[in-house]
């Protein structure tokens, strides 16, 4: 089938992978502009826009596709290019645009597929930005995949398939982030074959829940939280954009950490009081229950386990660890 795909981010290109190796022909690619990225701050490509160009496939980068917004350059010679792939139905997958109503209906037109997004969430649970995040931080029991043929809205269109995936209590975004995005690559593959039975069904209007983009600000550790919220804060913010927290005013990276929800040790400690230091773990008070945190990060560092973190940063039962900034005065 030849097919324009829409995608910016690994969790794309592993879809488009699956779909190439499948037999499909690749006509266009539309990926994000690229980003400045990394210490020196180089512009980098996208992940599906090193797949284009290794695959000599035409790659669009417009800024926008609105025709009447700021950047209608763009949007143009965007839409000249989809006009000449002339391919049957576009395949998205964490692009970060939202599509226009002109690209729905040249897709509409041309086939019955339109184009289907690959959502990493059971729709209507986590329409938006950070599917995989939310879900962790919220400590569902499941995720999943959504094959879903797009309208004008934000992850509101008809499902055509869903695949749920079990949430394990040691996943972290990561983890999670890479068995989503083999679901999806398999999802897209089987649909398409089977385009001919879709019977795509309305999202419920129930259950409605938006994954908010996530912002640096919301990985730091406020220890008044309770420690099974921490927890899964730790493990949702793993690999990006990472939970911190500081010590003297000196930031650390918190990579691994684990509650203990019914340590009777909090009750006498304000939260962020060291409780005990050792090779299992440094244990913190929370709001309530106990914060052991496993694996840590000095800024300029590497990731370390907590006892080889403890030989290069002494920590003594009844330091306290700062809180959030802007929390300092609060009671």
Known sequence: ??????????????????????????????????????????????????????????VQQPRSLR???????????????????????????????????????????????????????????????????????????????????????????????????????????GSLHDRLALLGGQLVVEGLANAHAWQPRAQSAEGVLYAAKVDKSQAALDWRVDAATLARRVRAFNPAPVAHTALHREAIKVWAAHDLSGDAATLRAAPGTVLGAGPQGIAVATGRGTLVLTELQRAGGKRLAAAEFLRGFALNPGESFDPPAGLAAQP
């Not at 992940?47 to 035409?58: D, G, I, R, T």
Request: glycine fraction near 8%; charge should be negative.
């Open 1 to 58: 089938m030849k097919l324009v795909f829409a995608g910016t981010p690994a969790f794309a290109r592993v879809a488009l992978d699956a779909l190439y190796a499948a037999g499909h022909s690749i006509d266009l690619v539309l990926t994000q502009p690229d980003r400045p990225a990394g210490r020196g701050m180089k512009l980098q490509a996208s992940a599906v826009k090193e797949w284009a160009v290794a695959s000599a496939v035409p």
């Open 67 to 173: 025709l009447d917004g700021a950047f209608a350059d763009d949007a143009r010679q965007a839409q000249q290019a989809l006009e000449r792939a002339d391919a049957q139905a576009m395949v998205v997958a964490a692009y970060g645009l939202l599509l226009p109503q002109w690209v729905l209906d040249m897709f509409a037109a041309r086939s019955r597929l339109g184009c289907l997004n690959i959502h990493a969430s059971l729709l209507p649970r986590w329409r938006g930005a950070a599917p995989i995040h939310r879900a962790v931080e919220a400590g569902d029991a499941q995720t999943g995949i959504t094959l879903m043929q797009m309208d004008a809205g934000l992850d509101t269109g008809a499902i055509v398939q869903t695949r749920a995936l079990s949430i394990e209590v040691q996943d972290t975004t």
